[in-house]
């Protein structure tokens, strides 16, 4: 096991005048605090000896057939029985490769991909079968290619992928869906930042396409994807709830793996998760969050036009937390991190992100947690950086020099 590079990177990189764009952070000027303390209050007041009790390791039922509802309005038709609460959708991730993977089993990954999926897995003794991504999500052809390979599961992010904030065209979607059902290696659909678009119409899950493919009219779930998604990035990470959606026999097994690693998720935040999600109020808070952070990257994207050297470029994320910023190549963003540190800018590098290895001028950049004005401020001071590299670089590699 290795210590997440971004968690030990977030420590030394707190300090006040420091604009960071490292961590994964929803915007905190939007959690709904006062909306929260009501709901704990009414909880207590209403629940209290329930809410503070053990309760059974599958999760609050309310929430569930919550969760149940909102599945359905993506298309996708469950029971309760397929729902488990986890804490966070980590804790999902962590039970898939609990439940999954045998020391030695091959999955099968985009590359880049989730870094947190990596570190759970690596702790199984997963080994990793990668296909690259591009601004359309991953290459289908490169996977019709591996997926031969005694694959035991294929782990995708469709939507607004971190790290590099693309999405999964609806072709290959429907391409991914059909290799699967053909291979039979089953799907992992992570979707935290699906209810996050803030442009262009609604592309259909994974686990949506899956049911259509297998002719199940109503959606139901066919059997082939395990779904998870969160309340982290839609209302407050600090609850610690995500959710699994999988066929009963999968829930089954993921239940009691849980049982070993918890017994069960917090009672009394999954009831507060009910109150704040049920009625009208949650939509309405979600719109609030796409358009804050539609500005917010509209204003990152303004400002790499503005400040940013000729040879980088970037994706244009319709939705979710971040982007992905290239450099020239020949540049090393892990290198280069002391010099973002002199200008007092921060981002994840981009190589960690890869479970093999891939190119090292890559690195992410969180839009969310920033307001326009101290993303302007940040992109600046990368700029610099970047110009400062980019000098660095052709002065160690002159065959460079004529890049531009
Ligand atoms: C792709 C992806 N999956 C899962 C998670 C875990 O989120 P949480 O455990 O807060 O639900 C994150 C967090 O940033 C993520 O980006």
């Known amino acids: 096991m290795k210590s997440s590079f971004i968690r030990e990177l977030l420590k030394v990189t707190s300090q006040p005048d420091v ?43 309310p929430l569930r057939d919550w969760i149940v509802e909102f599945t359905a309005k993506q298309g996708v038709q469950v029971t309760r029985e397929n729902v488990l609460l986890t804490s966070g959708s980590q804790q999902a991730l962590d039970l898939i490769g609990r439940v999954f ?31 690259d991504t591009d601004d359309d999500g991953l290459n289908i052809e490169q996977l019709e290619k591996v997926i031969g390979h005694n694959i035991k599961f294929q782990y995708v992010l469709p939507n607004f992928q971190n790290p590099m904030g693309v999405s999964l065209s609806l072709e290959r979607r429907k391409k991914l869906v059909e290799i699967a059902n053909k291979s039979s290696v089953p799907l992992v659909e992570d979707d935290p930042y699906g209810a996050l678009r803030f442009e262009g119409e609604r592309v259909p899950s994974v686990a949506q396409l899956d049911a259509e493919y297998n002719g199940c009219d109503n959606g139901t779930m066919s059997g082939s994807v395990i779904y998870t998604s969160t309340f982290s990035k839609i209302l407050a990470p600090g609850l610690r709830i995500g959710w699994v959606i999988a066929p009963d026999e999968v829930i089954k097994k993921m239940v009691q793996a849980k049982q070993g690693a918890d017994l069960q998720g917090s009672t009394f935040d999954q009831y507060v998760a009910y ?19 539609k500005e917010r990257r509209d204003a990152m994207l303004e400002a790499f036009e503005e400040f940013m050297p000729v040879g980088t470029s970037w994706t244009k994320p319709k939705g979710g937390l971040f982007l992905w910023l290239r450099l020239p190549e020949g540049c090393d963003t892990v290198e280069l991190f002391s010099l973002a540190l002199e200008e ?50 052709r002065s160690s590699h002159p065959s460079l020099r004529t890049q531009e």
């Not at 939007?30 to 329930?50: H, M, Q, W, Y």
């Not at 190119?359 to 610099?384: C, D, H, Q, Y």
Request: net charge positive.
């Open 275 to 293: 109150e704040l999600a049920r009625g009208d109020w949650l939509d309405e808070h979600i719109e609030t969050i796409r358009r804050v952070y």
């Open 101 to 131: 993977i045998n020391r030695g089993d091959r999955v099968l990954t985009e590359s880049p991909t989730y870094l947190g999926a990596i570190q759970a897995w690596n702790a199984y003794g997963a080994v990793y079968e990668t296909i």
């Open 19 to 61: 604009i960071s764009f490292g961590g994964g952070f929803p915007a905190a000027e939007l959690f709904p605090i006062e909306r929260t303390r009501a709901a704990c209050d009414k909880v207590l007041k209403e629940n209290g000896s329930k809410a503070l009790q053990y309760a059974t390791t599958e999760g609050y039922d």
């Open 344 to 393: 007092k800018v921060v981002y994840v590098p981009g190589a960690p992100f890869y479970p093999n290895s891939g190119p090292k001028n890559t690195m992410r950049l969180n839009f969310s947690a920033s307001n326009p004005e101290l993303i302007r401020e940040g992109v600046r001071r990368l700029g610099n950086m970047a110009k400062r590299s980019i000098l660095l670089m």
